[in-house]
Each structure stands twice: as C-alpha cells, then as structure tokens.
C-alpha cells in the first residue's frame, strides 16, 4: 500500500492530520458487514475491479458531492457511488443530496447515480460538490444537511467509470432529462436556462451528464471552496483518511489518489481527455 503523506498541518483548533482523519473515523458511522452484504460486494454489479483491469477511457464521469459521503462510500460500499435504493440494503443512512430534503419537502429522484462527463469539463461537478457543502441550492432549494465531521464540509469530485450494464441508467436520463426535460418549468427566473425550450435543455443535458447504476471510484479531487489556503491540508486528511478505512477494511484503496483542483490547468478543468486521467492517476 503507498505511503500516505502525513505532513503535520494543523487547523485553527491546533489539532494535526492525524488527529483530524482519526475524528473524522469516530464521527462517520460505520455499518455491520452482515453475510448478505458481503456476498452482495461478489456479484458483478457490485464488485470493483482492480484499477489495471480497466482501461482509463473508461474513467469518463465526474460526480460532485462531499467528502463524507466519500467516506461512507469507501468505507461502507466497496468504493462505489450507489444509489439511495442501495444505501439502506447496505445500512447506509442519506444525509446530504438531491434525494435528501429541500426546503422541509422530501424530493425523491430515480434509483441511479447522475455524473457529468468528462469531455465537457468539471464544472457541472464541482457545482453539486459545493451544494452539498452548504455553498449553493439545487434549483429547487437548499438541500438539509446533517454534518457530523468535518468530512462535510470539505467538497470533493469523484473521477471514476459509470457501471450500468442494462444501461437502465441511460435510458432513464434519455427519457426524463434529453428527450422530456418537464421539470424545466419548475426552473425560478434566476436559473440560466429559465425560458429554454425543451429541446435546448435535452441538447445541453445530453452533452453534460450521465447516468448509471454506480460509479467505482478512482480518483478524487479537493479543494478548499472558501478559498482560505487549506487546500493542501485537506488533502492530507482524506489521504489519511482513505489509509484508515484501508486498514480497516483490508480493501486496499492506495490506487485512489487524492490530488488538488488547483494541480489542473485550466484545459483540464474544461475538458478531461482519457490521456489527462492517466497522467492525474499516475502522479
């Protein structure tokens, strides 16, 4: 497993890496592996392959959330993005998210993961990654939030394949978002595509994101949205953290690296070819 930086950066509390990573562990729940569960990590829809099995073009979605739920993912789902139908068969409880609560309504969204794509940058992502940090609103308000760490408060994008093999996901995406975007009614004035047509809205959402059955993780970007310099700190933390559940879990995940926003360049940021993901995987 690979060394994990453990520069000692300390927070405004004084507390170290180490100290951090190790509360964020006591205070992210951990779930009961029961056999069931297990066996379920087995089956091909939920068994992660090793990251030399799969080609890196394959690694074509970007999915913004909190490091949190990354750590629930890591920890609790076998380093998968599920979605809220899987969670409760793995006795994960939804804190943060679309399907979360908005504004007090409950808003319940299909049984798939959504990511953007690659080819038309990270912005989509690092937009939803700031909503589940508590810096933005959905279209249709702000989502509740139960932040228990301070693994919630830090935004992450997750690089990694979309796993749909009836491509369910697609087809769900196809019908609610391409072909019969209705929910473009319900967009307040102040949206940037209130007054499209249908037809405009498909195309973009077409061109911008995706959905699956999953996503397996495989590498993740951080970044300190308040602009503060933690960036670096960050990092070390998740770095640590990652290297905690690893232990924990015998699941080695030293081939998920965790690298800044800030690394990218500008292109990058724009658009991730397949060549930028093995060069960001191999750093």
């Known amino acids: 497993m690979a060394e994990v930086n453990t520069t000692e950066y300390r927070s405004q509390d004084g507390s170290s890496v180490t100290e951090r990573a190790a ?13 069931d569960i297990l066996a379920s990590f087995a089956q091909p ?19 913004g959330t909190n490091f949190a739920t990354l750590v629930q993912a890591l920890r609790n789902a076998n380093g998968q993005l599920v979605p809220y139908t899987r969670l409760p068969e793995l006795g994960i409880e939804r ?3 679309e399907t979360a609560m908005s504004n007090g309504a409950p808003v319940q969204g299909p049984p798939f993961v959504s990511a953007g794509r690659l080819q038309a940058g990270l912005h989509m992502a690092k937009h ?3 909503i589940e940090t508590g810096h933005g609103a959905h279209y249709w ?13 830090i935004p992450v994008i997750v690089l990694g394949e979309l ?13 609610i978002y391409v ?31 995706i959905q699956a059955e999953r996503i397996n993780i495989r590498l993740i970007l951080v970044w300190d949205p308040e602009s503060k310099g933690r960036d670096e700190s960050y990092r070390d933390v998740m770095r640590e953290v990652i290297a905690m559940i690893s232990a924990e879990q015998e699941i080695d995940y030293a ?29």
Do not use: F
């Open 95 to 97: 804190r943060t998210g």
């Open 128 to 130: 939803y990654a700031l």
């Open 255 to 283: 081939d998920v690296p965790v690298r800044m926003l800030k690394e990218l360049a500008e292109a990058q940021i724009n658009c991730l070819t397949a060549d930028h993901v093995t060069e960001l995987l191999s750093i």
């Open 179 to 209: 072909r019969n975007p209705t929910w473009v009614d319900d967009l307040q004035k102040d949206h940037p595509w209130y007054g499209w047509s249908y037809e405009q809205v498909g195309s973009m959402m077409d061109a911008i994101q």
């Open 45 to 63: 829809l939920n068994y992660r392959p090793a990251l030399d099995t799969i080609p890196h073009e394959c690694i074509a979605a970007a999915h």
């Open 141 to 153: 308000g702000v989502p509740k939030r139960n932040a228990l760490s301070e693994a919630s408060n």
């Open 163 to 175: 796993v749909d093999p009836e491509g369910r996901g697609k087809a769900n995406h196809e019908e």
């Open 23 to 35: 509360e964020i562990m006591r205070k992210e729940p951990m779930t009961q592996k029961t056999p």
